[in-house]
């Protein structure tokens, strides 16, 4: 069980930014070391080696006359702080736009071992909004010595286009003005990765058709190409769409999960359970619901009912995950999953506090490190693609 928690954990500790982003937009454009964020199917991130700053090549990031034009769209990249703790660190870059309607610029943000914000800028106070020549930018932020990851990146507010080139990053002395702003999650460049409250219904978003979009609004995904996952009318329950994640193929690789994360703040001290119906037709391996708390950095209690699992043929039957949040945790992770072949339903979801009665039903686990997967070792700055 303990691999599976780990695996899990990697899996979702980078949650989703919101419905419909954070996933690549365009095939073929992946960049080394970076990620793309942004409206599926309405933005677009490239190499133009056409456009360089002091013989280095760009990346251009271009939104769409389809998106709306409060938009945000751009490339990110996470990497350790180890290096920078205790340092103020200068992140430079260049960077020009035409046609926006809005504005552009780099960001950095440094984060604290549970991935909370503690230090910010996006240039929201020195905008780029029309520039045909290069803009030199600079962000300078201090790194807390118990700092978890840094992230960078370069972001397009509204519509219009992009380029940055030429990044690079390097501590500096005190004597250097930092140029943070308030840190506010909601202003974050990749934003709403904790939400304040659960929406627990099913629904297919706009990029629901998409293999590489988020097919459920309000949903995080991990998952591959040999499994689908949509809201599903015609299975409901009472009226109400089910969440469904099947395999495409007999053997799939992994697993597939849908999940959301929320703070653990006004659930600190509780008993929770996180129950839901569930169906599933010729499931290979198990399906269930899951729950993970997280604090510090570390996975403090997790349940999958890997010991409990749900396979087979089985029609609507209600299943149960119960943990206690301690006063350390920072966030909660709650989701549903199918491992192997086969197909799984659910719906009709609810997180509530219960007593002393109701047993815990996740066994005991020595904290463990969070893996980021996500997170480099070290900055990769150089633009080039995979």
């Not at 790194?143 to 080139?165: F, K, Q, R, T, Y």
């Not at 329950?237 to 653990?264: D, M, N």
Request: proline fraction near 5%; charge should be neutral.
């Amino acid at each position: 069980m303990i691999l599976l928690v780990v695996s899990i954990a990697a899996a979702v500790l980078f949650t989703s930014p919101g419905p419909g982003t954070c996933r690549p937009s365009w095939q073929g454009s992946h960049l080394k070391g970076w990620s793309n964020w942004g409206p599926i199917g309405k933005f677009g991130v490239g190499l133009d080696e056409g456009t360089r700053h002091d013989g280095r090549p760009s990346v251009r990031i271009t939104s769409t006359r389809n998106a709306k034009s409060d938009a945000v769209v751009g490339i990110y990249q996470q990497f350790d702080a180890t290096a920078y703790r205790g340092k103020r660190l200068q992140l430079t870059g260049y960077v020009k736009a035409s046609g926006a309607d809005s504005w552009s610029g780099l960001w950095m943000t440094v984060e604290d071992p549970d991935g909370a914000g503690v230090a910010f800028d996006n240039m929201e106070n020195r905008r780029i909004e029309q520039a045909e020549e290069w803009k030199e930018c600079l962000i300078v932020l201090d790194v807390p010595v118990d700092a978890g990851a840094v992230m960078i990146g370069c972001a397009l507010h509204g519509l219009g286009e992009a380029w940055v080139s030429d990044l690079s990053l390097k501590t500096v002395e005190k004597t250097v003005k930092t140029t943070g702003l308030p840190v506010d999650d909601r202003k974050y460049p990749v934003e709403g990765r904790y939400r304040e409250r659960l929406t627990l219904a099913f629904k297919n978003s706009d990029a629901a058709a998409s293999d590489n979009g988020m097919p459920l609004s309000g949903w995080g995904i991990h998952s591959n190409v040999d499994y689908s996952i949509r809201a599903d009318d015609a299975n409901g329950l009472e009226g109400a769409a089910s969440g469904c994640l099947a395999a495409k193929t007999e053997s799939p690789h992994g697993f597939s999960t849908i999940y959301q994360t929320v703070r653990a703040k006004d659930y600190r001290g509780k008993k929770l359970r996180f129950s839901g119906y569930a169906k599933t037709r010729d499931v290979k391996d198990w399906a269930g619901l899951w729950m993970r708390v997280d604090g510090g950095g570390q996975v403090l209690a997790f349940d999958n009912m890997e010991d409990r699992p749900i396979n087979g043929s089985s029609d609507w039957k209600q299943y149960a995950v119960v943990l206690e949040v301690p006063d350390n945790a920072f966030s909660l992770k709650i989701g549903c999953m199918l491992a192997g072949g086969g197909s799984s339903w659910f719906n009709k979801l609810k997180l509530e506090e219960v007593g002393d009665d109701v047993p815990v039903t996740g066994k005991p686990i020595k904290p463990m490190r969070l893996p980021r997967p996500q997170v480099l070792e070290k900055p990769a700055l150089e633009f080039e693609l995979l």
